[in-house]
């Protein structure tokens, strides 16, 4: 028996990690639904997800781009690597990959630094972390790694909270501003180039100028996980005195613990859906060409066949293997990236006493994130 799961049930929102592990108990597969959403097919168990996120029988929308409230001439624009399948997504990502690294996110650190101070510095003493740290740090960063001049950078950060939003006249409005400001930057590295993504792509022959301009638009859209990430990840260890302890004692352990704050409680519930290109069976049940298929993230990163006490948050452990940015061909290009940016917020603000004053939760069914994050430094 197929367990079947509400998005609108109010456990689903308010602890989707018991929800979902209750039907992962109960199978490998559930059955998602809620008004205008689904029923999909969701992956609740570890190896199972990651194979299926892998499995060629399933491929992402050619159309999930589509945005009817964009203005035309930018819409070409937003089909970003996440829509791309087979050869022509493997050729780009052969391309810009380098650019992504380990390596080269750890050369970015430095330049984070400053940017991670910056803000804390501007922090009152009772502050919204995530209104005022960890929302506007992502797109600081994008902005530093592109080359975008400093007076431009407060309309960047209205464009990073505009696209957050996901939606409305305020989304519509800044993608033609994020297209040219993406096509002045590139012009400017043309000319004179530095150190930052847009300069090592732009030295990468077959890399087209609309490829480049759709990847900053990439970078301002997945930008956003970062911060949910880290506001979940602060909430966490204040609820966690013992790791926040063990965190503050041995700063060493930072790689680890964000690994395993992203398992324990990182934002994305969900993977994007696919759809079986064929009649695929899978455990039995047999998967309709066409029917969307997801793996339940808050499922698979708690599963006990892959993670020992999957349901203790223990910054000590490596956590590696979990699926919190994916797996497969569409494996997250900035993983890196957004793996040293978490680390340096992290380090800089666990520097600072910390005293939570509010923490408030989002009723999001998709992404597990902080509606308020008040704390007295």
Same mark, same amino acid.
């Given at each position: 028996?197929?367990? %079947?799961?509400? +998005?609108?049930?109010? @456990?689903?929102?308010? &602890?989707?990690?018991?929800?979902y592990g209750r039907a992962r108990g109960e199978s490998p597969l559930a059955r998602v639904s809620a008004p205008g959403f689904g029923p999909v097919w969701a992956v609740t168990r570890h190896e199972d997800a990651r194979a299926m996120l892998a499995d060629r029988r399933f491929e992402l929308s050619?159309?999930?781009?589509? !945005?009817? &409230?964009v203005p035309e001439h930018c819409r070409p624009y937003l089909r970003t690597m996440s829509e791309m399948e087979g050869? =022509?997504?493997?050729?780009?990502? #052969?391309?810009?990959?380098?650019?992504?690294?380990a390596r080269r996110a750890?050369?970015?650190?430095? *330049?984070? @630094?400053? +940017?991670?101070? *910056? +803000?804390?510095?501007e922090l009152s003493a @009772?502050?919204?972390? +995530?209104? &005022?740290? /960890?929302?506007?740090?992502?797109?600081?960063?994008?902005? =530093?790694?592109?080359?975008?001049?400093?007076?431009?950078?407060?309309r960047w950060r209205e464009y990073g909270a505009a696209v957050a939003s996901g939606h409305g006249q305020a989304f519509a409005a800044s993608i033609p501003g994020i297209m040219a400001g993406a096509?002045? /930057?590139?012009? !400017? !590295? #043309? @000319?004179?180039?530095?150190? &930052?993504?847009?300069?090592?792509?732009?030295a990468v022959d077959g890399v087209t100028e609309a490829e480049l301009v759709t990847l900053v638009w990439h970078l301002v859209l997945a930008g956003q996980t970062p911060a949910n990430l880290i506001a979940n990840a602060v909430a966490a260890l204040l609820d966690h005195p013992g790791q926040l302890a063990a965190l503050r004692a041995d700063p060493g352990l930072m790689p680890h613990a964000v690994d395993e704050l992203i398992r324990w409680c990182g934002p994305t519930l969900l993977t994007i859906p696919r759809y079986a290109r064929e009649d695929v069976e899978l455990h039995g049940v047999r998967i309709p060409r066409g029917d969307a298929i997801v793996a339940a993230v808050a499922a698979v990163n708690r599963d006990p066949r892959s993670f020992p006490a999957p349901d203790v948050l223990d910054v000590t452990k490596p956590a590696s293997g979990h699926l919190g940015f994916g797996h497969g061909p569409h494996f997250c290009l900035g993983a890196?990236?957004? *793996?040293?940016?978490? %680390?340096?917020?992290?380090? /800089?603000?666990? #520097?600072?006493?910390l005293a939570p004053v509010t923490v408030e939760r989002a009723p999001d069914p998709g992404t597990w994130r902080l509606s308020a994050l008040v704390v007295k430094l």
């Open positions: 028996m197929v367990p %079947e799961i509400s +998005l609108t049930d109010p @456990e689903v929102l308010t &602890d989707p990690f018991t929800a050619p159309d999930s781009y589509q !945005r009817p &409230d050869d =022509e997504h493997a050729r780009l990502r #052969r391309l810009v990959s380098p650019a992504f690294s750890l050369d970015f650190r430095p *330049r984070i @630094e400053p +940017l991670v101070a *910056r +803000l804390i510095d @009772e502050a919204d972390l +995530l209104r &005022d740290f /960890a929302r506007p740090l992502p797109m600081d960063v994008i902005c =530093e790694l592109v080359g975008i001049p400093h007076p431009d950078r407060p096509r002045a /930057a590139i012009a !400017r !590295r #043309r @000319e004179s180039p530095g150190d &930052d993504i847009l300069s090592d792509l732009l890196s990236l957004a *793996r040293v940016q978490t %680390e340096v917020a992290l380090n /800089a603000l666990l #520097r600072r006493p």
